[in-house]
């Protein structure tokens, strides 16, 4: 029989590779071995992780117990007549879809990268691109099986509409996911159909996104934070859909539609010393990007994997940012205080810590969960390389004006945060935590992130 892989004292860090701590890792490799190590957890607490991919410390508890999924990775059950498909909680999204795809089914939210857990993608409550049509990834959960301290149980929204609104963007703090029920979207073929265009500021690609947004199913824009001059912050505008049959030339592709390619084109082994990203290398690259796209809109046809999952195809591309690593601010503002994407940008240029890459998406509805992080607005993703300038100055300023606006930072992004802007951002957090110690009477779900915004109790 196979028992739990204990690595002791592994040093863990975030997507952006800052603050790591060291922890007792344990992989469990059966759903019943979760209820043991809850019980046996130290003072420290524990908290589940799977591939590594929020960019902070959520997914960390330094000097306690973190229990990988990793091992816990198959597909359980997949009906390719109704798209629904369970599968354990470590299951990627990329096996997923390797898996559902030829039968003519994609994950119906996606994020920016296909290497996240169903486990991880339910405690973050990802979004993608088609957030403002098809809401967040929580929306097509049917179920999930729930370990926590108090009780294992399976949850749905309509059964346990309370523990599954803390589940749902909780950062693993109500307990184990070990496996999660999700409802597919029926596709044609492995192609996309988009349309792509450059924009010379600010102000006309917002007005292109509000004129636009809502007749395409997906929406996202690449932001040049480091343009100069009269038209300062230019983007570039992908919008598009899921190709059909009848999108495609039947010469080259109608005989295979569904083939998916998910393969790496390059992997960075190595940090990268910390001269390569310098504003002359990133001003250069931010230019190509921009000058490839057209200046007048273009339609045409593009693979999955590039159009979800651009990064992907270099493996280790955190890398990049050398030993210092980098941090990914991202808010969302409601509409109307469209001023303070413009603020975050200023800012993080007077401050010497201009984003290296930034993505702007529009929101059309509010999260189910407590925590959940989308409201109607618009979010901006911000890369920011460490060690440059007054960046913690900086981001604590723009903390208070993304609070004063009404909005708030996404919690599996964030690694610096002050706690008493926690309440402000999250309204809900009062019911979140009531709930959430029903299911840890005992405290024993903790991370990083829990403790430095002071999110549940801490135990011994």
Known sequence: MKTSIVDTHQQLTGWGRTAPTLADVRRPQRADEIAALLSQAPSRGAIPRGLGRSYGDAAQNGGGLVIETGELDDILEFDPEQGVATGK?????????????????????SPGTRQVTLGGAVAADV???????????????????????????????????????????????TGVISTVRLRLMRVETAWMVARVRRLPNLEALLVEMTDLDDRFQYSVAWVDCRAR??????????????AQMDDLDPRRRRQD?????????????????????NPASLAAFNEVVYRRAPATARTGLTGIGPFFYPLDVVSGWNRVYGKRGFLQYQFVVPFGAEQVLREALDMLSQAGSPPSLSVLKRFGRTAFGHLGFPMPGWTFALDVPVGGGDLDRA??????????????????????????????????LAEWRAIQAELDPGGVLQSDLSRRLAMVPARG
């Open 395 to 428: 981001l604590c300023s723009l903390d208070e004006k993304v609070a004063q606006a009404g909005g708030r930072v996404y919690l599996a992004k964030d690694s610096r945060l002050r706690r008493e802007l926690l309440p402000v951002m999250y309204p809900r």
């Open 89 to 109: 909680s470590g299951l990627s999204l990329a096996a997923l879809i390797r898996a559902v795809l030829p039968h003519g089914w994609f994950i119906p939210v």
């Open 257 to 277: 539609p569904l083939r998916y390619r998910d393969s790496t084109w390059m992997t960075v082994p190595w940090e990268l010393p910390s001269g390569v990203l």
């Open 127 to 173: 979004h993608g691109k088609n957030q403002h049509r098809d809401g967040n990834f929580c929306d097509h959960v049917e179920a999930v099986e729930l370990h926590s301290p108090a009780r294992a149980a399976t949850i749905t929204r309509d059964s346990d509409a309370d523990v599954f609104g803390a589940t749902a963007g909780g950062m693993g703090l």
């Open 229 to 242: 001059g009269r038209n300062q912050v230019r983007a570039v505008l992908t919008l598009g859909g899921h």
